[in-house]
């Protein structure tokens, strides 16, 4: 119970301190992790589903078609992190094409929807010590002694990578190879490059789901925060980063508004953006420089024949 009620209030001040220092900011932004409320992760699942959005359905079909070379990569009795425990069916096909997995360590922040990926792979899978990890994986946190050392497979579907400045991601990949060791391995997801005329659809949907995940964030801000948005003054937006390969959700102010969020007051002036998202997309050049910069190497990777998607598998580079 203590632990919830902390939990909540950590929650709450990290969300007020993100929100306030993003809208004083010259281009206002808000972190994207904060778009996964109950709504925003219902209404995330809808995305996966839509036409446009070619990604998830992308991912899953790889991890069916290249089973064997992923088992094969993966080697027998691994132990499987997943860093985000989000992906579902992704994971579960992934622990069904492995050679006897020993464990499976799903690690994620909120500690409620864990239990309920934990129950589902216990069932599913009565042969894999199933066992969490409450963490934030954006921060640094070290295993727990019960994790195996040995085979320890690291797992990141869902292009998550991609929401990561290139600082983050080089951050984040340094530390799965601190937790995994020299004999570690990992399998990464990342959406990859394409023309402008599939990207933008897959973040702005004809039936309109992408901007109401986008403008949840508002709702959300209004509820937890005290906030007084007037949603219907916002429009959803997804554009076209070159410099940073990446697509952008913003929500753009329809006139000139005064908004308030926990007794603070910040102006919008007519087009003025909140960026709430950037997604990034790579090439498989890119991705390996990534990835080197975060002490590992491209040793496989598996795509579709449209080279849409991409799954990378990566080694430790020697150290
Ligand atoms: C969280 C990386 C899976 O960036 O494609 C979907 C989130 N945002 N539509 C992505 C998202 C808008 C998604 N991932």
């Not at 094409?97 to 799903?106: G, N, Q």
């Not at 069932?123 to 994790?147: G, H, K, N, S, Y």
């Not at 329809?254 to 003025?272: C, D, I, L, S």
Request: charged share 25%; aromatic share 10%; net charge neutral.
């Amino acid at each position: 119970m203590l632990d919830v009620v902390s939990d909540h209030n950590w929650q709450y001040e990290a969300f007020r301190g993100d929100v306030l220092s993003g809208l004083s900011q010259a281009q206002k932004s808000i972190p994207s992790r904060w778009l996964y409320d109950d709504l925003g992760s219902e209404l995330f699942e809808r995305i996966t589903r839509l036409e446009e959005y070619y990604p998830t359905r992308t991912e899953t079909a790889l991890l069916t078609a290249h089973a064997e070379a992923i088992a094969s990569f993966s080697g027998d009795g691994a132990v499987v992190l997943e860093y985000g425990a989000g992906a579902g069916i992704k994971t579960e096909i992934l622990i069904a094409a492995l050679r006897a997995p020993r464990f499976y360590v799903p690690i994620d922040i909120a500690a409620d929807f864990l239990e309920q990926t934990v129950a589902r792979f216990r069932a599913r899978f009565p042969a894999v010590t199933t066992r969490p990890i409450v963490a934030d994986f954006t921060a640094p946190f070290e295993l727990p002694a019960w994790v195996p050392e040995e085979r320890r497979l690291a797992f990141f579907p869902g292009s998550t990578i991609g929401n990561l400045d290139a600082s983050e991601a080089r951050q984040f990949l340094r530390r799965m190879r601190h937790h995994l060791g020299c004999r570690g391995r990992a399998i990464i997801g990342a959406d990859l490059k394409k023309p402008l005329d599939v990207l933008i659809p897959a973040y702005d949907d004809a039936a309109g789901v992408t901007a109401q995940f986008n403008l949840n964030l508002l709702r959300r801000v209004n509820r937890e925060l005290g906030g007084d948005f007037a949603l219907e003054r916002f429009v959803h937006s997804a554009r076209w980063n070159p410099a940073e390969s990446a697509v952008e959700m913003h929500l753009v102010s329809r006139n000139p508004q005064t908004v308030m969020v926990a007794g603070r007051r910040f102006h919008f002036a007519a087009g003025e953006s909140i960026h709430t998202e950037s997604s990034r997309k790579y090439d498989a050049a890119g991705f390996e420089a990534l990835a080197r910069s975060g002490g590992w190497r491209v040793s496989d990777s598996w795509s579709d024949s449209g080279g849409r998607f991409a799954l990378f598998g990566l080694r430790p580079v020697a150290s």
